[in-house]
């Protein structure tokens, strides 16, 4: 565009990496996952409440927007010391630098120009993901286990152990070759080496020792009851919600609307009462329990080793901190973004967030959303310390949904707009925050960044609202199915909500965050983790994590030239993989950092400075293109592509024979727009 548009005001000189990375920030803000849109479509579509289309955007844009402004309120802590390092901003530095400079760390021994690199990894990284992404799924879940227990009579045990897929085990010794998998999870080559192994070590303990045995010793009371009668016979790896029986219940059933409002959504009490004690999988329990831990580990920790400087920074004035590090020395010379445009953002969008959340139909009081803002703000400072030191983000949404929960009993849409006002408000503030760390290495001034961040949120907000909606009406309604009638009541379904997973248009993030809104907000933290409950237990996570930070910073005291201070509890309890998605993908990541960040890094080192980032860049760049191509050659349209082994219903073979052929029958019968019918195939009629 510089060679094509004239010079003035739109082409005013060379176009330079600063200009590239506000247009990077622009469109990673418009193009990031818009969290708000779970409640939208969760009560617009999934609930079927009659939720008003310009009150859902201005709901996503306050959301957006609440978060920037504690981002520039966190700055002095986050932002200008050294010591935050902001990991995950390294690739996109490395990427940015290989297209605009021309510097060789390597002293011409390795003369591959970085931009080259760059572009030849995109390409094969972009060829190769079609065979995990559309022609070969099974590179993307390989099960070790499964392989050698297949066709075995009594095999329960091994398949929970070895299986991956949603709906079934834990993934043990699982993996796979697909970087789009884990990349979203964990960040194998730009996080530091330490802080992976904290993450993976506390992991593997967790899911792949502490879950088996608490589902086989029936550690819930009824782990191994849950899904009894599916495919598999178990579900670990489940985010739905069950009955004594181990039946999956509907999650629309716990919620009808309030008599005397019919505006807000409360529990369908008869129903619970009929169906309680409500079952989770034993993976989601133990995920609930790290949960607490982790948050109370995440304050106890960053008290203990950063206190004193957060405190020190809490009472200097921005000039007075960091004199002496070069980067905010460039950066001084830049103006800065006043403290006060911050607070006019706070005070703008909080008077938004209390009338939209009063009158719009998201049923939370003006009170609700005061303390929804103050929790977010107690809580980006010890969080976004953990992040910025070791690039993994711990989330506010569990202990959110916890307290409102408590607060608000039996009120699904209010506890729903609680967790996202607080859980975004730090969220987006930990992602900009990111951003603005990412315009202080590349000295991008503060006030161009303030207007491309701001502007962003609120066209992506609009935009992604609007084309949501868009795309979930698109496909119509059909008339629900016999004996379901009175669910709907309107008198017919949305038709995504009953289309195959093969089409490509699933539900599973707004199904789990609506299985969340069951559980805390319409049955209530008070019933489900009560004394009574049998997931009282799942509350020893607060003791846990109250405890465990104390240990390595004692131990550090006492040996302080020992590994102790790499030891990050936080860390260790993070549960990023959580429940229902494939979790074959506790290995690849892991060897991916041993190798790149310990033996490329000690023996090649001139290559890992040149090019280490700039491959984890291409990867991620090269695996995002080939999601959109397969997105729009075989999913937007069911163009499948043919059963073969490596690409089967079951893509880790697990099942048994007679499973995977049924359901490769019916995958490629509901292609290229025609509809499988089961009864026609007497073989898998029993399937269906």
Known sequence: MERVLPKGFMNPGPFNHKEHTLIYVMTSGMGANVYALYNVIGQKYQLYQDLNLGWAIVFVIVTQCFGYSFAGLARRYLVRPAAMLWPSNLGTIAMLNSLHGNSDPSNGRYPMSRFKFFWLATSAALFYHLLPQYAMPWLGAISVICFFARGKADNKVALALGSAQPGAGVGFLSFGFDWTQFNSYFFPITSPLWAIVNQFVGTWVIQWVLVPLAWYFNFFGSDTKI?????????????????????????????????????????????????????????????????????????????????????????????????????????????????????????????????????????????????????????????????????????????????????????????????????????????????????????????????????????????????????????????????????????????????????????????????????????????????????????????????????????????????????????????????????????????IAIIVNYFVKKYRHMWWKKYAYVLSAALDAGGSITVVLVFFIAKYQPNIFPAWWGNSSDPERCLPDINIICGDRANMGNGYGYTYDGTQDPECAAFQ
């Open 227 to 591: 899904a009894s009668k599916s495919a598999y016979g178990f579900a670990l790896n489940s985010n739905g919600l069950f009955n004594l029986n181990g039946t999956q219940l509907d999650k629309k059933e716990f919620v009808s609307k309030d008599p005397n409002d019919p505006k807000s959504l409360i529990l369908n009490q008869a129903f619970y009462d009929t169906n309680k004690p409500v079952l989770i999988s034993t993976l989601f329990a133990i995920t609930y329990m790290t949960s607490f831990a982790v948050f109370v580990a995440a304050i106890v920790h960053v008290a203990l080793w950063y206190g004193k400087d957060i405190w020190h920074r809490f009472r200097s004035t921005m000039s007075d901190l960091d004199k002496n590090d070069i980067h905010c020395q460039l950066m001084d010379a830049y103006d800065e973004v006043p403290d006060w445009w911050y607070y006019v953002l706070l005070v703008v969008m909080t008077i938004l967030g209390i009338t939209v959340c009063e009158v719009g139909g998201f049923s939370l009081p003006w009170w609700g959303v005061i303390i929804a803002v103050v929790l977010a703000l107690a809580s980006i400072i010890p969080i976004g310390t953990i992040q910025a030191l070791t690039g993994q983000q711990i989330g506010l949404n569990v202990m959110s949904e916890f307290l409102i929960g408590l607060i608000l009993p039996g009120r699904i849409a209010a506890v729903m707009a609680f967790k996202t006002l607080s859980y975004m408000a730090m969220n987006q503030g930990l992602t900009l925050v990111q951003d603005l760390k990412l315009g202080h290495y590349l000295k991008v001034p503060p006030r161009s960044m303030f207007i491309a961040q701001l502007f962003s949120q609120i066209v992506g907000a609009i935009i992604s609202t609007v084309v949501a909606c868009a795309i979930y009406e698109s496909f119509g309604q059909i008339p629900p199915l016999k004996g379901t009638e009175d669910q709907y009541p309107w008198g017919w379904q949305w038709k995504l909500q009953r289309m195959d997973s093969s089409s490509g248009w699933t539900s599973q993030a707004y199904n789990t965050f609506l299985s969340a809104g069951a559980i805390w907000g319409a049955i209530g933290p008070a019933r489900f983790f009560g004394p009574d409950s049998p997931y009282f237990k799942t509350l020893l996570g607060f003791a846990i994590g109250l405890i465990l930070p104390v240990i390595p910073w004692l131990l550090h005291k006492v040996q302080p030239d020992s590994f102790w201070h790499l030891v990050n509890f936080p860390v260790v309890l993070i549960m990023i993989n959580e429940p229902g998605i494939n979790q074959a993908i506790l290995i690849t990541p892991f060897l």
